[in-house]
């Protein structure tokens, strides 16, 4: 129990029942509240990262749990943005597009192989996380004082957190569609072993 109940995957977990909370203040327009909120979150995503490394308290449940939190607060931000029209509706699309196609390909490459593929974060998959990060904190930030943000800083946000975004989804891709291959490759390569009592007979003879 101790293993899991960590410092880290406490802080992935708060971050997770944040969410209900911030869509709330959201739906209630408080969008300072909201914004405190999310910012803290993004916070402890950084900090249980840092506290696991130092501390060498990396977990199984941690590796899957944080990035789950990370992309379950994004999705649901941009969700309750775009119906609030704060957020382009096509870019709302691309976001969660982007994460449906990478989870149901790996589980696509899981079933067709039965191997578990290693899901390393490439840099693009970052990046795209930190402009999705900023394009809600600017929105919100928008949504507080419309003068704190130019409509142009804010488009040009947008349109590199979308390039990004369908990027890293097509970078993912590729990654699996090489893993594809490369098990293919080394199963069709493989010797298959001979029957036991094929050799025995042969013995025999």
């Not at 409509?151 to 993912?172: D, K, W």
């Not at 199963?187 to 298959?192: C, D």
């Amino acid at each position: 129990m101790l293993t899991v109940l960590t410092v880290p995957n406490l802080l992935t977990l708060l971050r997770i029942v944040a969410i209900p909370v911030f869509l709330i203040l959201l739906e209630d327009l408080r969008y300072r509240e909201a914004l405190g909120l999310f910012v803290a979150a993004g916070l402890t995503d950084a900090l249980d990262g840092a506290i696991a490394r130092l501390t060498h308290t990396k977990t199984t449940l941690g590796a899957f749990l944080d990035p789950a939190a990370d992309k379950a607060l994004l999705v649901s931000a941009f969700i309750a943005l775009g119906f609030m029209h704060a957020v382009p509706r096509w870019l709302v699309v691309l976001v969660i597009s982007r994460d449906v196609i990478v989870v149901l390909g790996y589980f696509l490459l899981f079933v067709m192989t039965g191997q578990r593929m290693d899901v390393v974060p490439a840099a693009s998959g970052k990046a795209s996380t930190a402009l999705q990060l900023l394009s809600v904190t600017v929105v919100l930030l928008a949504l507080i004082d419309p003068d704190l943000v130019s409509p142009n800083v804010e488009r040009g946000i947008f349109y590199a957190t979308a390039a990004v975004t369908a990027f890293a989804g097509l970078q993912y891709m590729y990654r699996g569609l090489a893993w594809l291959q490369r098990e293919e490759t080394a199963t069709a390569g493989a010797v298959p072993c001979a029957d036991p009592r094929e050799r025995s007979m042969t013995r025999r003879e």
